[in-house]
């Protein structure tokens, strides 16, 4: 039986390697996470790459957009060194390394079982696209049963559910807009979740009261937090019956989950 909750790798290891890349995979995974969690874009030429933002001026430097990039140029780009830069106090040197390409990441996970959540970034005109694309390569990759696809454009969801409804799927929830009664009951979040066919929600962790966790549950989804970075959540995780969750530091998290699982071993 796996631990709870699972500890997943926010964009890889980030706080010590630059976000989604292999770099920063292989240390979450070292660190004992259970998955990662990463994001995917197309580039110009319809290349599904790992990247959060939409353009390259925090990670690399430039002011170039995703989505006007092909992939060969993408892979130019040394995010590596920029993360030297941005983080001096760093003992590792990540020279060289580049955007991954979803195909990459998914071929470095075949060798291990963990998790992998995909976040879409998706607007309305590319949803059906980049849905169709991820379903492609999760289609021929033999990871595919351990991928859950999560997005905030919760249509984006539902494309996916009706290309492939086997593929995992959780809608992404933040705070924004959410005041009123219905949402803060959690009910509100679980209805939109539900609607679009996901098995899993994934909250922003100011939305994770114990009020929409039980409400979470109840329906049947499974609840996963984000991004946390404090240990104090993996004793709340526990005790409210969340899945998994998403953290910048893996390894401080696995350290202190595993501290509280030996301690009540003692008990």
């Not at 959780?170 to 009664?181: G, I, K, Q, V």
Request: hydrophobic share 40%; net charge negative; glycine share 6%.
């Amino acid at each position: 039986m796996s631990p709870k909750p699972l500890i997943i790798g926010h964009r890889g290891a980030s706080a010590i390697a630059p976000e989604n890349t292999l770099a920063a995979f292989h240390r979450a995974v070292d660190s004992g996470a259970d998955g990662i969690e990463f994001d995917v874009r197309l580039t110009r030429d319809e290349v599904p790459v790992v990247i959060h933002d939409d353009n390259l001026k925090r990670t690399g430097f430039r002011p170039d957009k995703v989505a006007e990039l092909s992939y060969a140029e993408i892979r130019q780009v040394d995010v590596g060194s920029c993360f030297n830069q941005t983080h001096p106090s760093n003992n590792s040197d990540f020279s060289g390394e580049r955007i991954p390409s979803l195909e990459e990441v998914l071929k470095l996970f075949e060798s291990n079982h963990a998790i992998l959540y995909l976040e879409m970034k998706s607007d309305p005109l590319q949803r059906e696209q980049l849905a169709q694309i991820c379903c492609d390569h999760l289609n021929g990759s033999p990871v595919k049963n351990r991928v859950v696809v999560e997005c905030f454009d919760l249509l984006g969801i539902a494309v996916v559910n009706a290309i492939d409804p086997s593929i995992r799927t959780a809608a992404l929830f933040e705070p924004r807009l959410m005041t009123t009664p219905l949402f803060t009951s959690g009910r509100g979040l679980v209805e939109q979740a539900l609607t679009v066919g996901a098995e899993e929600i994934a909250l922003h962790h100011r939305l994770a009261s114990k009020s929409v966790v039980a409400t979470a549950k109840s329906a049947g989804l499974k609840v996963v937090v984000w991004t946390v970075d404090s240990t104090d959540w993996i004793q709340r995780a526990t005790s409210m019956g969340v899945s998994a969750l998403i953290t910048n530091d893996p390894g401080m998290m696995v350290q202190q989950r595993r501290a509280l699982s030996s301690m009540q071993n003692k008990l």
